[in-house]
């Protein structure tokens, strides 16, 4: 029988970095040393507490057992501490808080919950990849919201078609923002939450980098009165406490499509494993003693590159947060030229900025996610480049 891959899966345009990724492995077997900050995985490691808690609940038999779908009572209570010493809002641990396996999990999923075929979702452009994923497998269509940097990366609300915020469901937006290092502010909310009310749209912000903010702390969208009707917001424990590899994150907000989203996830999959919710528990009741220290990291990181960088003929705003500088060459030329001639000349890989959408060609995007010695030599090797050769 010859297989057939489904039309949905094969609907996906090849992903863009793979083939960059692939010339990457070839140059590093030909030995050449080849640093990559094109993907956002934290170096630093999760802090030796949370490690030394979840060691402890990993011998606990009772962890042994199945999880439950949204998550034990122990973490949600713990998330639901938090947000309420973080930004002053008190989610019901039962019905406005859901524990997710990643939230790039719940994300994926969240279109299934609140979209029907032919629907429309709004997709930052340029964004994370995942929102897109969700709302095309779900039979969506997408609207891209253009993100410039005479707006501050923010979308012009006033610029949304009307015929098309007719038909619109979903709004994925994600601040402090990957690619582009944006922060959104309480007014931009303030304008968003009035604009989806109005529209009947829901708004799904991404808040995976809200604790890596560089001046004052990244709002929440539900901090907005009246949001709490219309909005859900995405935490990760990813980059807050360097867990990326435990794969644990949550979602809270409105309680019809927080529990729309555990009960579809009931028919998918049991929850992350007890023994990572507890240790996410112990980073939640310790987050003021472990976290200022993994943002003062990324924040000095982002300094000493973003002045290499200016040094060097980049042009860029500085990120107001996140692991990222998105910033444009001193040359005008195709990411993707810029990238291979940058991987071609000093070895260094960088992710193009039109892999993220149309709006980001012209961009690089530089990860901050490397030891600092590493990050240094990249800049010292970037700052040497002699662009006269890109064509
Ligand atoms: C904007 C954004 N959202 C979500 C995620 C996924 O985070 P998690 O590790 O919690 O799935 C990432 C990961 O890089 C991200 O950049």
Redo the contacts with the bound molecule.
Sequence with gaps: MKIELSDKLKSFKPFLFEELYRKASAERAKGKDIISLAV??PDVPTAPGIVKCAVSEVRKGLNHRYPNTKGNENLRCEISAWHKRRHGLNFHYNDEVSI?I????G?AHLPFVVMNEGDYCLIPDPT?P?YRTGAVLAGGRIYDVPLLEKNGFLPDLGAIPQKIADKTKLFFL?YP??PTGAGATRAFYKDLVKWARKNEVIIAQ?A??CDIYFGKPAPSVLEIPGAREIAVE?Y????TYCM?GW???WVVGNSKIVCGLNQLKENIDSGPFNAIQNAVAFALKNHEKIVPAVREKFRKRADYFCDGLEAAGWRFSRPGGGCFVWARPPVNRKSIDTVYYMLDKVSVLTAPGSGFGKYGEGFVRFSLTEPDTVLRKALKRISSLDWSGLK
């Design positions: 956002g995985d997710l990643g939230s790039k999990e994300i994370y995942t994600n923002n990957n991404d995976a980098y995405f990760s424990a990813s980059k990326a794969r644990i994150g």
